[in-house]
């Protein structure tokens, strides 16, 4: 069966109600007539036999690129960069596309007789991932083989003594990398492609950079530029990133990358109506859904959310590209846009979304108020190509409940940003310019990220950062169903239902606005004409 | 007036202070385990394993017995002796074990880690029939002991290595069976154990139900005048080419014999890589249940 | 005379602990309070005086005998019955117009005792002769029989006990000098009066630590923690650098620091911290968000507390008490920004810098006194129904006569 492709669908009195994610549930809600919807395309086929596939890729690179074999040798220093757990969403099933691809490349260093082999998270300022999280990215085989040896590392961008500067770009933009990867005979970068941000350059120059070197582009006004930062041609972080990334190449830093694609193949069979059109469930969605709501909204939230986070996605692999990192990169993202991209004519006076229990940065983790603003106005608002999906001055209607609820491992210093810093102001560049330096810098934030499993004091900046552009082009934000205080503390306006929050949103942009429903699951992004 | 005399019942009265008080109780390589080979004791263990250790064992472990002839033809008392990867070694060769020689069985353990407390002593003793050996230094009483129990008929279970694997990849050998074995005059059968390691490694945190093949060799009888360094060479061949019969099957084994020493020449991870791939089949199965699309924990530890 | 009386009756007592939980207007109906018709009571000599109070408040030490919250350390130090009220603005009939503020400690000079050490050297807050004397036990007007109290139309007073005040002081400042005294006493309490301050709790007492610790200009930072919304728009008015939750001073103390933490352990803190509460739970967090070595100031009244002393003994805090006012030695420092002298009676300097601190704002809720038992129910209930400090009103009792 081929996959069908995704469409706008216009709302009228015979549509049933829609999807809408609610945080740890969903909400079945009337968009009003003449909305649009966009359904992304049904989920591409997966590849049968992928470890095959992943031999075909190394064997016949992309690019100038030799083939894998011909880059090992006896002696070698090898090392083996992933990306970590911030990606897919949620985990897939065992086996993770990384590890099996980490599995191929060891293969063949073992049959190489390459003894000097390390593994690197590329966290970049993300949490450190915990044993069983780096025990599922790498596989168990990779795991028990390299542990025990201490060749199986996560990258500490606070590690000063183990970074190497690689120079400047023409645009005086710090380049500093992990020294063990760049003083590597052979770098071999392994990337998942989960939306169209992720991997080229961006996998090196960020993922394994310093604070000092990531500051160059993870700013306000790099942001506020990139229209979206989902489309790399038009984004200012990925030019920033590609920059620094020929700058690595030049100074002679031999990377092998290796980039893969997934399908949208989300939810496991017991979730099956997540991912199915409504006008197409048959009665075993119908009851499903009915029985999970009502079960979810009864269910304390802590439990809710231990239920949603041990979903493992049962993810098929579109596509296995290795070689040299822009020509791999080409075909990524064409890949990447023909599972994702919807063509969608003219913008729209309101933009609806409905936003899930995870995201990139709380896995196994708390969705708190301030993850719930990137993941909309820094991801799902900038999930367009061309124009964005709202015009300028529109109105964003979010459907989470933002909860006040942190997690102080993973979190620590989200949460003192939202007690010290959001109750002082929401403006991104006054954020920056009086808060970053102080948190980015706070001693025990950098412990933290270092020992144990926070994500790095700057990280809620960043979070803030990302939603730059959005704040910048919005006329409003209403949080539909979302705790009103905390609502209001990050700038937004709360709403308990979607007709008040449309009726809120008209006083806004003006009588009968047009009304467009971002449906997810599965992502979806918009190409605006 | 009640509770004083109830005091006084359970309060141990004060020594003298003239007196010198000595330890009654011993604990490590000094622990006396002789109760354990009591009727009652062997009784209670005989039940234990038959009805509740070695199922669940077989349960966990899933072991494939390879040469099980041997077993059924082997003159007891013998020395037995085995590679260590896992807590799981002790328990995998009680279940696979003939009934015969089992519960006549005594289990050398390491007198620093299970006979370090009383309580767990005594557990060890009575549940495993385990008698302390000395692993850091050569203790007389340990050899003793041994040479002792299988002079009047007891199975000797012995972890040559002494102790479990770092990384999979086996040790040494020490030659303390081997003597044991000669001064008594009865057979040392070698057994290969593959694939505890990745159940219940040394630094696992939790236990991985999995397959196991448990590898029987040929019974050595030792010659008199035979050096132990001599006989545990015999020994040491055999594991190699029954480790390589675990990861390729007998033929290969026997008719290419490379790579895959007894103990390997370096500990990179290379070794680990090459010689345990056949532990980890390109289809993987599971036991559990899987709840919401999961197969394996990866979550937060 | 008509005048507010606690009389010793401990079934009302118990009656007035038992209900306040749930029925605070029962339990002050029920309790030891009554209001009282009788004829006034006489000088027993030309120095005291018959004062008629204007404005008189309600204090925290006054709820906590009404409800039989204190502790029963008092008992010995006061004398049944007696009319409550030590915070009071009152005119004199000989001198109507003119008004005055007492300051109602009861101490040697007053008791006609020779000055005890204490008394001698100005802290009179000290005074060891509280229950000795002319008068009966009583550390204060308010909890003696022989002098009545505030919370009446009439009661006596010493004339060296009462303060002319400038025509210019509105009622509300002039009621809250005595407990803006307090809170400057309070605020130079820590022996190293710099760095960060922080003041636990946003009730009348800890009000006006903050408006006396801005007064005196001395602290680099004050962060005051607040429940209530009242409490957060007060502390910002009288110009707190950071409100918080009190849930939030741990955090707030450690990032203010840049200090590292592993539980409820902090490398850093402030350098003083005053809890302005008196419960078990905010002297513990006082102590864990306090600099190892630093200091924690008791301001608001403890009663029998279960505390975990384990952190006090491990930083090295030094926890004080803060009771009433004396003499303060101010330093060069403060004394030139004040333009004070460096050795001054409490009272002198709350009365100078009242007007400038806009202590009168923490007035919130004014009552008759026939209203005693809205009155007090408003003052239990604090911030949680937006009041602050609730007085008597005591011109209106005149208008119902």
């Known amino acids: 069966m081929t996959a069908r492709p995704g469409f706008v669908l216009e709302v009228d009195r015979s549509t049933p109600p829609t999807l809408f994610w609610y945080g740890e549930n969903f909400r079945l809600e009337r968009l009003p007539r003449s909305s649009r919807i966009l359904y992304p395309p049904e989920p591409l086929p997966a590849i049968r036999d992928v470890r095959t596939a992943i031999e075909n890729a190394l064997d016949n690179p992309a690019g100038d690129q030799k083939p894998l074999d011909a880059l090992l040798f006896p002696g070698m220093q090898l090392t083996i960069a992933f990306d970590d757990v911030s990606l897919p969403l949620p985990q897939m099933t065992a086996p993770d596309i990384r590890s099996l691809v980490i599995e191929a490349v060891l293969e063949r260093a073992a049959q190489a007789g390459v003894e000097d082999v390390q593994l690197v998270a590329a966290l970049a300022l993300h949490r450190r991932m915990t044993e069983g999280e780096l025990k599922h990215a790498v596989g168990k085989r990779a795991y028990n083989a390299l542990k025990p040896r201490g060749l199986l590392t996560q990258h500490d961008a606070e590690d000063q003594a183990n970074m190497l500067e690689i120079g400047h770009t023409d645009q005086g933009e710090l380049v500093e990398i992990n020294r063990r990867a760049a003083e590597s005979d052979l770098l071999v970068y392994v990337n998942i492609n989960l939306v169209s941000m992720d991997g080229g350059h961006k996998s090196v120059a960020t993922g394994l950079a310093s604070y000092a070197s990531i500051r160059h582009h993870h700013n306000v006004k790099t942001m506020v530029q990139s229209r979206s930062f989902m489309d790399r041609h038009s984004s200012e972080l990925h030019s920033s990133n590609w920059r620094m990334g020929r700058l690595i190449k030049d100074a002679g830093i031999k990377i092998f990358q290796i980039e893969t694609t997934l399908n949208t193949n989300t939810f496991p069979d017991s979730f099956r109506f997540l991912q199915r059109r409504e006008w197409e469930w048959d009665l075993r969605d119908r009851a499903s859904f009915v029985a999970a709501n009502g079960a979810l909204a009864k269910t304390p939230p802590a439990l809710a959310r231990q239920i949603f986070h041990s979903i493992r996605s049962p993810y098929g692999v579109t596509g296995v590209n290795a070689g040299e990192v822009e020509a791999v990169h080409d075909l990524t ?142 006329g409003g934000v209403i949080v539909m169903g979302g705790d009103p205080k905390t609502v209001r503390r990050l700038g937004f306006k709360p709403a308990s239902t979607l007709n008040d929050a449309l009726e809120m949103a008209g006083s806004i942009v003006g009588a009968n606005p047009t009304v467009t429903h971002l449906h997810s699951p599965p992502l979806v992004m918009a190409d605006v004409y | 007036m009640t509770q004083s005399k109830l005091h006084y019942i359970l309060r141990r009265p004060s020594l003298p202070g003239s007196y010198l008080r000595t330890r009654a109780h011993s604990t490590g390589a000094d622990y006396d385990t002789a109760f354990s080979r009591t009727p009652p004791a062997r009784i209670f263990r005989s039940l234990a394993l038959e009805y509740l250790i070695a199922p669940v064992t077989r349960q966990i472990a899933t072991p494939t017995l390879i040469n099980q002839d041997v077993l059924d033809t082997l003159e007891t008392p013998a020395v037995i002796v085995s590679n260590h990867e896992s807590h799981l070694d002790t328990l995998l060769l009680l279940s696979v074990l003939p009934r015969r020689i089992r519960e006549r069985a005594v289990i050398g353990a390491g007198a620093d880690y299970f006979f370090d407390r009383r309580t767990k002593g005594f557990l060890s003793a009575l549940l495993l029939g385990a008698i302390p050996i000395e692993r850091t230094k050569v203790s007389r009483r340990s050899s003793d002991l041994s040479v002792e129990l299988l002079q009047k008929g007891w199975n000797l279970i012995l972890f040559p290595e002494g102790g479990r694997t770092p990384d999979g990849l086996p040790q040494e050998l020490k030659a303390g069976a081997a003597q044991v074995a000669l001064k008594v005059g009865v057979p040392i059968l070698p057994i290969y154990l593959d694939g505890t390691y990745e159940l219940l490694g040394k630094d696992n945190s939790r236990l991985q139900p999995g397959k196991t093949k448990v590898i029987c060799g040929k019974p050595i009888h030792p010659q008199t005048g035979m050096r132990p360094q001599a006989l545990i060479e015999v020994v040491r061949q055999q594991l190699e080419v029954l480790r390589a019969e675990a990861a390729t099957d007998f033929w290969k084994a026997r008719s290419q014999p490379r790579g895959r020493h007894f103990p390997p020449s370096s500990r990179g991870w290379r070794e680990v890589w090459l010689d345990r791939s056949h532990r980890y089949p390109a289809k993987e199965t599971s036991s559990w249940p899987r709840l919401f699309g999961s197969s394996r924990p990866g979550g937060r530890d | ?370 209203e005693y038992v809205e009155a007090i129910s408003k003052a239990r209930a604090g911030g949680k129904e937006d009041a602050v400090k609730v007085v008597f009103d005591m011109r209106k009792v005149k208008h119902d006569g």
């Open chain 1, 333 to 474: 993202l064409a890949k990447v846009f023909e599972q994702q991209l919807v063509r969608v004519e003219g913008q729209t006076d309101i933009l609806t979304m409905g936003l899930p229990f995870v995201g990139p940065y709380n896995v196994n983790s708390i969705m708190n108020p301030i993850l719930v603003y990137c993941l909309s106005l820094g991801y799902f608002f900038n999930m367009y190509r061309h124009k964005p999906l709202v015009r300028k001055g529109g109105v964003v209607i979010i459907s989470h409940p933002t909860r006040p609820e942190f997690d102080p491992a993973f979190h620590p210093s989200y949460i003192d940003f939202y007690e010290q810093v959001l109750t002082e102001t929401t403006d991104p560049l006054i954020i920056e310019q009086k808060y970053e330096e102080t948190f980015a810098r706070d001693p025990w934030y950098i412990h933290l990220y270092r020992t144990g499993n926070a994500y790095h004091g700057v990280h809620p900046f960043y979070m803030w950062y990302w939603g730059a552009h959005a704040l910048d082009h919005l």
């Open chain 3, 1 to 370: 005379m008509r005048s507010l009386v606690v009389s010793r009756t401990p079934a009302r007592f118990a009656t007035a602990r038992l209900l306040s939980r749930f029925a605070v207007e029962r339990a002050v109906e029920s309790g030891p309070l009554t209001l009282r018709d009788g004829p006034p009571k006489q000088p027993p000599n030309s120095d005291w005086r018959r004062a008629v109070p204007i404005l008189s408040g309600i204090c925290g030490s006054d709820l906590a005998t009404i409800f039989f919250e204190a502790s029963r350390y008092f008992d010995p130090m006061t004398s049944f019955p007696f009319t409550p009220g030590h915070e009071v603005v009152v005119e004199l009939p000989e001198d109507p117009g003119v008004r005055f503020v007492l300051e109602p400690a009861l101490t040697c000079s007053v008791r006609g005792t020779p000055p005890c050490n204490a008394c001698a050297s100005g802290n009179t807050q000290l005074c060891s002769n509280t229950t000795f004397g002319d008068l009966a036990e009583g550390i204060q007007t308010g909890f003696c029989s022989s002098t009545g109290g505030g919370w009446s139309t009439e009661f006596l007073a010493h004339k060296d006990t009462l303060h002319r005040l400038p025509a210019e002081y509105t009622l509300e400042e002039s009621v809250m000098i005595e407990p803006f005294a307090c809170a400057i006493h309070a605020a130079l309490r820590p022996a190293r009066r710099s760095g960060s301050l922080a003041i636990v709790g946003a009730g009348t007492v800890g009000l006006s630590i903050l408006a006396a610790a801005k007064a005196l200009g001395c602290y680099s930072s004050i962060t005051v923690a607040a429940k209530h919304p009242i409490q957060r728009e007060l502390a910002r008015q009288l110009g707190a650098d950071a409100v918080i939750d009190p849930s939030e001073l741990a955090r707030r103390a450690r990032s203010a620091a840049k200090a590292n933490r592993a539980g409820s352990y902090l490398g850093g803190g402030f350098d003083s911290t005053i809890d302005a509460v008196g419960s078990a739970g905010s002297l513990e967090s006082a102590i864990l968000s306090t600099a190892p070595g630093g200091e924690v100031v008791a301001a608001g009244m403890p009663a029998t507390t279960h505390l975990d002393l384990a952190p006090l003994w491990h930083r090295e805090i030094n926890l004080k008490g803060s009771y009433a006012y004396g003499t303060e030695v101010l330093g060069p420092e403060i004394a030139t920004r004040l333009n004070q002298p460096q050795s001054i009676r409490t009272f002198s300097l709350a009365i100078a810098l009242a007007k400038s601190a806009n202590i009168g704002a923490l007035v919130t809720h004014k009552f008759r006194l026939s």
